[in-house]
């Protein structure tokens, strides 16, 4: 589950900073979202290609994004596509908005896969706590103990 989210929140991002270096090269809204999700696949870009088809059918862009934040409700998918409407609608900067979302995603997964690390580093730990240290201290202590077991006989 966490991992789709995180693959989900990557994605995103993706097509986010494509969308906000189409929007700082002069695009608007729309046409930058197209620029963005030309090379895109995944899950993601076919649900915001399903957006772009039925806003060229007619829809808003609000009407056509409906279904998708139904589907996607608190989720990264849902914050790039309310921050597209904000955009659309009221005119407010777009790449700025999707520049932060970027570094907030970004952050987001590489503090998840800091943690996913850190419990690895954790588990890799126990083998040889309990496996390879007691073997080497047997291997070390062995011939001391045989020296010590021929000097006994020997007197």
Known sequence: MASKRFETSIEVAAIATMVSLAVKGGANVISALEIGLQHANGRVAEMLKEVLARIE????????????????SGTAVEEFL????????????????????????????????????NANETKMLLPLVFLI???????ALYPSLQMLNLQMEGT
Not at 57 to 72: C, D, P, Y
Not at 87 to 98: C, D, I, R, T, W
């Open 57 to 72: 059918l007619g829809a808003s862009f609000t009407e056509a994004s409906e279904s998708i934040r139904s589907k996607t």
């Open 82 to 117: 309310s921050k597209l409407q904000q955009s659309a609608q009221l005119g407010s900067g777009l790449a700025e908005q999707l520049d932060d979302l970027v570094l907030t995603l970004n952050s987001e997964v590489a503090v998840a896969k800091m943690a996913n690390a």
């Open 133 to 139: 240290l007691p073997v080497t201290v047997i291997f």
